[in-house]
């Protein structure tokens, strides 16, 4: 074995092993605070729900053990076997190194990598979310959405990737500074587009109907000054029972949306604090923050692949010959290495990215506070763990484990008002589910 592939190794088994490990630290928290709901959610949730949530959050977490570990076993197993250097030989044979030939070999291999996760998402869908009377899709939607998801890739990522690759052949050494402001530019249009084009692919949008709530929620953006021409409900209730509430695009596009599903759960009240809450969010720019991050990320990510692209160790670790110049077909390996790794290496800051996306939330809480008037706060001390244990479950990713809602009711001493219970997302391409207790049971 090549020296760096030892390092892949090591780095990979020991994301793999911290990962598990903290999923344990959290579930062994969860249990330890079962019977009892915490105090910042006393009058708020019921025991028999607060239960129910203790037995669905350790669920969910457990089957994220087993799918971690399954992925973990998928990575080393493509990345040490041979496999693609194998297939890329083959690839390259058989379609030849053009342009078109390494976009096209990027995309089919990406496509290929994502379908042994399809069972495992199939399990969480039917099987987990069912269990606790979440799931509400049809095999239909499901398969549909899937092959939505597929069309799109193939329709924008793979004309992208031929224009990065092109991009290279056409600038050279500096090709990645190039790349990356294309692919910047790229986010940015979809950023924009996406409300109007892509979601309604997914979901029905409809204005929120004339009445009682809908003046409410203007009234507020009026009163805290926040330029929206429209509120929209979106059938969240076609695909899940969860609720939640998000805003998108950017400029004059902008728009708040809520699930039908938020609706139905909450009181007018409870809904224009959530409303506060995204308000609060636009107000304090989290999206411009959220938005400059990601394109330094983008650069970064550029950067990092140009110079792996000149590193022959770097190939010859995972099995590559490595060729040198700015020929797509030499470089595309390095793109390709680099799309597997990047996750191992990006977990390490985990804990710095969720802290400060907590800050946020509070942040948009506080707000939401401020505008609506000391009645709906909540703040009151709670349980609170050693601040070791506090960072070290932040790194956990939330998408997966879906504990840190759970925890953060038992850890935090802020505030619960009601948007702290459904789950909160950022516009679209930014999105990121940032609480994560089950809503409510009907
Ligand atoms: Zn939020």
């Not at 990027?106 to 290929?112: M, P, R, W, Y």
């Not at 429209?230 to 509430?245: C, L, Q, Y």
Request: aromatic share 12%; charged share 15%.
């Amino acid at each position: 074995m090549q020296p760096f592939a030892i390092v892949a190794l090591v780095l990979i088994l020991a994301r793999a092993i911290t990962e598990l490990w903290l999923s344990q630290l959290n579930q062994r928290h969860v249990r330890a605070h079962a019977n009892e709901v915490p105090i910042a959610f006393r009058g708020v949730i019921d025991d028999a729900t607060y239960r129910r949530s203790v037995d669905y959050t350790l669920a969910k977490s457990h089957f994220g053990d087993v799918a971690n570990l399954f992925d973990v076993m998928l990575l080393i197993a493509v990345l040490f076997s041979g496999v693609l250097p194998w297939a890329f030989a083959r690839f390259s044979a058989t379609f030849g190194t053009s342009i078109p030939a390494m976009a096209g070999f990027l995309v089919s291999t990406g496509i290929a990598l994502s379908i042994p996760a399809l069972p495992f998402a199939w399990y969480a869908q039917f099987k987990l979310e069912e269990r606790f009377g979440f799931n509400t899709t049809t095999m239909k939607t499901w398969i549909f959405d899937r092959v939505k998801g597929l069309l799109l890739a193939l329709l924008l990522g793979y004309p992208l990737l031929a224009l990065v690759l092109k991009l290279m052949v056409w600038t050279g050494a500096n090709w990645w500074l190039w790349a990356a402001t294309v692919v910047i530019a790229f986010q940015l249009f979809l950023l924009l587009v996406a409300p109007a084009v892509i979601m309604p692919l997914f979901n029905k949008f409809t204005p929120l109907p004339k009445g009682a709530l809908r003046e409410r929620l203007f009234a507020l953006a009026q009163r805290t000054d926040f330029p929206t021409r429209s509120i929209e409900v979106m059938d969240g209730s076609k695909r899940s029972r969860h609720s939640n509430a998000f805003f998108t695009g950017l400029g004059r596009f902008r728009k708040i949306v809520l699930f039908d599903t938020l609706i139905a759960q909450l009181t007018e009240p409870e809904l224009e604090s959530v409303f506060a809450h995204e308000i609060g969010h636009y107000k304090k720019r989290h999206v411009l923050k959220l938005l400059g991050v990601s394109i330094a990320g983008v650069f970064v990510a550029f950067a990092a692949i140009a110079w792996l692209a000149r590193q022959q160790w770097f190939y010859r670790a995972f099995g590559f010959e490595h060729q040198g110049g700015f020929a797509a077909a030499s470089v595309v390996p390095a793109m390709l290495l680099f799309a597997l790794l990047a996750g191992t290496i990006s977990f390490w800051l985990s804990p710095f990215i969720h802290t400060w996306s907590r800050r946020f939330e509070y942040e948009a809480d506080a707000f939401a506070r401020a505008t609506m008037g000391e009645a709906q706060s909540k703040s009151e001390q709670s349980h609170s763990a050693p601040a070791l244990q506090r960072f070290l479950l932040l790194a956990s990713d939330p998408s997966r484990t879906r504990t840190r809602a759970a925890i953060r009711s038992a850890l935090d001493t802020s505030a619960a008002t009601p948007c702290a219970l459904v789950a909160c997302r950022e516009s679209s391409l930014l999105a990121r589910e940032l609480t994560e207790l089950p809503p409510r049971l009907n």
